[in-house]
């Protein structure tokens, strides 16, 4: 493969969202082969399945496996391979065959989140069908979208519950705001989100920048900043035409591999529709493992709850996502470039440090 094909691929697979834009992952190219790592530096604190982080390179493998199909190049993948380092996640190699372009290819570099206000109309019966569709074929995942507002109050209302758990815990707090970059704190920014992604308004942009530090945040609370900062979510779901959510029955780390890939798959789909989406943090919440026990039972609750509203019957929820029309977000989130990210050396790939 040469240069440029191999930064191609490369720059599809690093288009894919992650958890806070944390872009978890590295590239490793040899002699025709490419290893996918999972960087743990970059995982969500409570992470410690890698699911969060998982879903991410799920999504990244999606995206780089449309590309090189668009070159000319099918991949074989090997996904952690038996006897290496436990953060290689997989190994690709590619046979050339006749370009194949995906319909969703040309929407890798299209798609984003989108925190605007939606329309309340639901995106119509064949819109739903093909976002639920969008995972067929994918191993031990499904997709359900829901535009009955009974149901998307509930989960506004999860959402609320959710998002009010987030903002009064320290750690939580912490890393959210490692997440946001503030403008004049040093250059562009290739990661996190920087404040105009937020869709937050002058005055959210404000409350941002007042409760930045955690002792004057834990003191907003008390005067019921929780309260307001949760229910600017509640109201983003309530003016949603739809809410999506996907579940595997897989475990282990190959059951959040392809949950990514199938994530992925749908928001191409709903790109190509010309609907936006935005992920909910309730489903992110619930994939992490918290230390503290009753805040571990409160999230399992949500979990339970999440199931039984979408019917799930042994499934697990993993990302549940709000669906509709909108106006075109203010700002992207940033990506580190490719030779951030990438490593192309002519030495064993054993030689790379993790």
């Given at each position: 493969?040469d240069r440029f094909a191999l930064e191609r691929l ?5 288009l894919a969202p992650s958890a806070d834009n944390g ?332």
């Open positions: 493969m490369v720059r599809a697979a690093t872009q978890p992952w590295r590239f490793h190219y040899h002699q025709g082969r490419l290893d996918v790592y999972h960087d743990v530096e970059r995982a969500l604190r409570f992470d410690i399945h890698y699911r969060a982080s998982l879903l991410a390179v799920g999504a990244a493998l999606e995206n780089l496996a449309l590309a090189a199909r668009a070159l000319g190049l099918e991949p074989e993948r090997q996904d952690f391979p038996a006897g290496q380092r436990p953060h290689l996640v997989a190994r690709l190699t590619f046979e050339p065959r006749t370009p194949r372009e995906d319909p969703l290819y040309p929407f890798v570099a299209a798609r984003t989140t989108n925190r605007r206000p939606y329309a309340l109309a639901p995106p119509g019966g064949l819109a739903e069908r093909r976002l639920a569709g969008s995972a067929a074929g994918i191993e031990s995942v499904e997709i359900r979208v829901e535009t009955d507002r009974r149901v998307v109050r509930a989960c506004a209302r999860l959402v609320l519950e959710a998002d009010g758990l987030r903002y009064r815990r320290r750690d939580f707090h912490e890393e959210l705001f490692r997440a946001i970059r503030f403008p004049g704190a040093g250059p562009p920014p290739s990661d996190g989100l920087p404040l105009p992604v937020l869709e937050a308004g002058a005055l959210g942009e404000a409350v941002l920048r007042l409760a930045r530090p955690w002792g004057r945040a834990r003191r907003l609370h008390r005067l019921g900043l929780t309260r307001l900062m949760a229910f600017h979510s509640y109201l983003a779901v309530m003016r949603s035409g739809a809410v999506a959510l996907l579940a595997t029955s897989g475990t282990g780390p190959g059951g959040w591999l392809h949950a990514g890939e199938a994530m992925e798959r749908m928001w191409l789909e709903a790109t190509a529709l010309g609907l936006a989406v935005q992920p909910l943090s309730v489903g992110t919440l619930t994939l992490l493992e918290v230390p503290d026990r009753l805040l571990a039972a409160q999230l399992a609750d949500l979990r339970a709850r999440l199931g039984r509203l979408f019917d799930l019957r042994g499934m697990r929820p993993v990302m549940l996502v709000r669906i509709g029309r909108a106006a075109g977000p203010s700002a992207r989130a940033p990506r580190r470039g490719v030779h951030d990210v990438l490593v192309a050396t002519d030495g064993p790939c054993g030689d790379e440090k993790d």
